[in-house]
Every structure is written in C-alpha cells, then in structure tokens.
C-alpha cells in the first residue's frame, strides 16, 4: 500500500457521514477555542474560517452543500 492508496482512503473516510460528524466537531472544538482565546472579538471571521474549511473537507465539500448546515452552534 502506497501513499496515494492511503490518502484515498483517508479521503474516503472523510467523505462518509461518520467522517463528515467528525470533521464538523473538530471544526466546531477548534472554532470555539479560537473564539473562546479571542474573547469574541472575531467570533464572525472565526466562523468564516470555519465554514471555509468545512466546505474543503468532508461530503459536503465534495458534494457542494451548504456550509455549516446540520452544525450545532451552541458553546
């Protein structure tokens, strides 16, 4: 097994539902810390960062759904 079969398989778990829920509450831990350390200064740039980067990973990216959409928002 090479690299590029492990990256497609990384890529696969991504793409699936479970990968999907884990990518968003990473996002959404990551967003929170970064929101939590800024006070809430940028909590809106924050969550555009985190919205971009949830369209870059996981099945929504790859389908074009919504960003953020099925996301708790909830701290």
């Known amino acids: 097994m090479g690299?590029?079969?492990l990256a497609n398989k990384a890529k696969d778990a991504l793409?699936?539902?479970?990968g999907e829920k884990?990518?968003?509450q990473g996002l959404d831990k990551v967003a929170a810390a970064a929101d939590k350390l800024t006070g809430g200064k940028y909590?809106?740039?924050i969550q555009k960062g985190r919205d971009?980067?949830?369209?870059?990973?996981g099945?929504?990216?790859a389908e074009g759904g919504e960003p953020?959409?099925?996301r708790d928002d909830r701290r």
């Open 15 to 18: 793409n699936s539902d479970r």
């Open 22 to 24: 884990i990518s968003d």
């Open 52 to 57: 971009a980067a949830d369209e870059k990973i």
């Open 43 to 45: 909590t809106e740039q």
């Open 59 to 61: 099945n929504r990216g």
């Open 68 to 70: 953020g959409a099925g």
């Open 3 to 5: 690299f590029g079969d």
